[in-house]
């Protein structure tokens, strides 16, 4: 099948960041660079995305929100079956809905979404636990809210295809040929493609990303994440566990229905195929022991998916005209779902400081700058927790115990842990 390119369809759009507009964007070193204003951006392809995946699209529409004009360019067919195909769910915090909010965007999420309004967090069935409840914030704030990625990404999508900023290519092979301090220069398709910035978003194993970036952690977990959804008896509220076993983590994640939940199960990678080929009411009875009854009884009601779990980051989030977003340079454990909203920080700061500096050794600079300590903050807080609570060592148990219990009784403490699940750093 022949390579499409798709262009936007819509005519007009006002938007928050309009009154940020009053100047020109710069795209070369020099803000004298006239040629290089804001101007250029609108005609070719001055800001390349790499990836139509979630990070990807929004990437594409935070430069829209502020009138820069990018193309995404995606290996598959937009338009199969099979680029919806995905069966794991995502959580936002507050902080991501502002950015959406920003984009105006976010009431479409919602619709999509459920909301999280009590996190309930236990150690591998012990008497103490730790809950985290919306009423402890403010007026109209849950803890988060969870969408599935298929109708996420079919809805970043249909915000894609009709923003007259954004153009996709998609079905397209491509390689990166030269990176210079003044543009990006790929072969897309056998023709020559070249870009002031190639935004890379198309994941951990990059192939842009491993050619011109070095790691600075690479860590495989030797576990595995079993990804489905489950029917249950009883409305779930809102409600989401992150149960600890000696394995790993097993939550119960609510989505918008009631009656359903998605279950990421944390799982040894030696286990891994001896579970997943049991028959179905063997494990079925397993998941039942670990959810519980609280819900009620479950069934399970869509294929089981398996992921491989690692944490990994790059040492440097940018090289010449080539920058890395989200997973593309850092990746975490998911047992605190905080993986793509780190990334939507990532965005946000990018496309902030593309605005305010031009797409430049400073801005990239800038913006590794602001977001790499935090990444790497969250990569060591996740790891930390996940080493902590996936094992079966008596004194570590006894340890976690005393952390509950400190969480749950003083409250500066726990409303920090609150503050910073939710995105917030300040």
Not at 23 to 50: A, C, M, R, W, Y
Not at 254 to 282: G, R, Y
Not at 326 to 341: K, Y
Not at 377 to 405: C, P, W, Y
């Amino acid at each position: 099948m022949l390579p499409k390119i798709i262009p936007n369809l819509r005519l007009n759009e006002t938007n928050e960041f309009q009154d940020d507009l009053a100047q020109p964007i710069l795209i070369g070193e020099h803000k004298g660079d006239k040629k290089n204003s804001l101007s250029h951006l609108k005609t070719g392809f001055g800001i390349t995305v790499i990836g139509c995946g979630l990070s990807g699209m929004i990437t594409a529409l935070s430069f829209a929100a502020r009138g820069i004009n990018s193309t995404i360019i995606e290996r598959q067919n937009i338009e199969s079956p099979s680029f919806f195909n995905d069966i794991r769910t995502t959580a936002l915090t507050d902080s991501s809905k502002v950015f959406f909010e920003k984009l105006g965007i976010w009431e479409k999420i919602a619709s999509i979404s459920g909301p999280i309004n009590d996190i309930y967090v236990a150690d591998n069935k012990a008497p103490e636990m730790v809950h985290f409840a919306s009423n402890e914030l403010q007026v109209g704030q849950v803890m988060g809210y969870l969408v599935e990625n298929k109708n996420f990404k079919k809805l970043l999508l249909t915000e894609v295809l009709t923003n007259k900023h954004i153009t996709i290519i998609d079905n397209s092979s491509y390689d990166v040929k030269e990176n210079n301090n003044n543009k990006c220069i790929l072969t897309l398709n056998g023709s020559v493609h070249e870009c002031d910035l190639l935004v890379v978003c198309d994941g951990s194993n990059s192939q842009t990303r491993q050619k011109y970036f070095s790691c600075e952690t690479n860590k495989p977990y030797t576990q595995y994440a079993l990804t489905f959804i489950v029917q249950h008896e009883k409305p779930h509220e809102g409600s989401a566990v992150e149960h600890f076993m000696p394995t790993g983590p097993f939550a119960i994640l609510p989505l918008k229905d009631q009656n359903f939940s998605s279950v990421v199960w944390t799982i040894k990678s030696d286990m891994k195929d001896a579970v997943l080929n049991l028959p179905k009411d063997e494990f079925l009875h397993m998941v039942q022991q670990n959810f519980g009854l609280f819900l009620g009884d479950i069934t399970i009601k869509s294929e089981i998916a398996s992921f491989p779990l690692r944490a990994y980051s790059t040492n440097k989030y940018y090289n010449k005209r080539i920058v890395l977003v989200a997973d593309s340079a850092h990746v975490i454990h998911p047992l605190a779902g905080q993986g793509l909203n780190q990334g939507i920080k990532d965005i946000e700061s990018l496309a902030s400081n593309i605005l305010e500096f031009g797409a430049n050794t400073h801005s990239l600079e800038t913006y590794q700058n602001m977001r790499k300590n935090d990444n790497n903050a969250m990569l060591e807080i996740t790891d930390t927790l996940n080493t902590l609570f996936s094992n079966n060592s008596r004194i570590l148990h006894t340890v976690r115990q005393f952390g509950f219990k400190a969480a749950e009784k003083v409250s500066p403490f726990k409303k920090l842990l609150i503050k910073y699940a939710m995105g917030r750093r300040k």
